[in-house]
């Protein structure tokens, strides 16, 4: 390896080298805290020495001989046919270009000489052209803008992103601070000798081989990268720079980064485990491998023997154009289908609101590169996650750690196989599950046996709220008519006066606890049970607490279909609803009074209803 270090002042750094942005190198995203505190630094020598002899003469001499030069700190670049690249330092370069742009102002603004010299730091003339040494090609209207005039900053457009954005928003900040610092034309004079000679960079110059190194090893100190910004070096640190600018990898990488990034800040990250995970995990604990630096374990032996991305730019360049362009597409397309409610592939949204993120590695181990059975596999893999864990979740049989674990074995059997055979591995294992919870031979997915007691006491109170969410959406589709509340807002809203919470059918009362033998523990025990239970929004709920079942009666109508099937005029002129029920071969019917048997009722009908709706 070949590095060279060379000290420099910013005279000398911005001189006549035009600096490309590498692709290693992220957006500008400095804001205010690290650009203030770039400039307490540069200021902080200055001002001391500056106040000790403030009556010094503004020029070379005086300054060499009276400040002490101040290091600001290291970049590295590297040269391809005579272009020279940033890999590190990107940063602080364009920080410092900013405050060059800001001192060439304030020299028109002082009728200072130091005008010139400072214009011939920002950029050259190539042609008729000006070109800036720090080369932001995408973002070169807003260093013109910045260069030419600083009055109205809220004019400059910062459509080219987030650079841009920042860019102008740190030349304000930057603007503020000299304007405070810089009052006069002697310090200013004094000031601008002090940087352009005094601060001090040191420039590494490395060979391209050896840029994925270096460039991973620099940012595992101060505010590191995160592991996909490091993996882009690695991957396209192997591509030559004329394929690069050829077939556009690095624009190709960057697409993608923000398509996924647009859902959640650094989501391509999770992207990366979730793929993964989905094809190279046989068990929970081999996925678990990729839960820190993923960027790492891509290039260890046993991983670089299937994947093949270390010195081998061909594999990385199919990699990019395919595997890379593939799943980052699905899985945005999960993204957006877990936002809504999609009639196709309504299960997506369904296990988001379970907060089933497990999903995303489901899908991406089920679907093999361009799969003609994408479609349908989102549909089977998530109506298949949605049904396992409900019915899980019913039966008293579901423990979180092994859902996980069963999920990756699942993942494994399921992995790029044709989508007829998906459903029978989610049943196998399912089965499976329930009988080791049951210690007892199951054959049935779903057994009133084990739902029976299905009650609230073992549930979570955002799961019981999606389960009489579902419930109802299914009755309003048999009913012909629109659910009264989104199934969004069933789920999450959980306000006092808005949100939705659990009605006890049979109030604590001594009417009650009389048709339960005075036995509290048992009516309790009972009540509880998801027969006995409804969802009522806030102020129902309040309304309706302790009163005997008629007055109750009343409450619930006009409330979620479910809750109304209590009520004698449900049925009246109904035909859809009759229609409905007797299609099913569904008990519907009302009740003027609730009692034991009558709880047994409601919850078989549930169970019944259950049945069809995770059939």
Known sequence: MDISPDKQNIDRVFSNTVFHIDFYQRDYKWNDEPVRRLLNDIFYKFDEKYAEQPDLDACKETIAAHYPWYYLNTYVTNTIDGCVYVVDGQQRLTTLTLLLIKLRHLANKYSSKAEGWLSQKIAGHSGLELEFWMNHVRHINVLKALYEDDTDLKNVDTSSGITAVNMVSNYQIISEYLDQKLKDKHIYETFVFYYLLRLVLINLSVE??????????????????KPYEILKGKLLGQIDKIEMDKDDYNGLWEKQVGKVNFFWEDEIDSFFRYYLKAKYSSSRKDGQRFDGDYHREIFKQDMNELLKLEHNSASVKKFL??????????????????????????????????????????ILSACKLDDEEENQKIKVVSRSIDRLFTLLQLQNSYDSNDFAVVLFQISNEIREQPVDVISAVFDKYLIKVLSERRAAIIDQPFNYSYFKNASIEHLNKRFIRYFFARIDQFIASGMKVNMKHSMEDLVTKRGEKTGFHVEHILSRNLENLNLFNNDDEKFEQERNRLGGILLLKGLDNISSNNEPYKKKLKTYANTLYWNETLREDTYKSKLDFSAFKEDLGLDFHHLKEFGPDELEYRQKLLFDVASHVWS
């Open 208 to 225: 391209q081989t050896d840029v994925p190194m270096v460039f991973e090893v620099i940012n595992d100190r101060g505010v590191r990268l």
């Open 321 to 362: 154009k395919d595997t890379f362009l593939y799943y980052t597409n699905l899985y945005c397309k999960i993204w957006e289908l877990t936002q809504a409610q999609h009639t196709t592939y309504p299960w997506v949204f369904y296990n988001n609101l379970n907060e089933m993120d497990g999903q995303f590695m489901m």
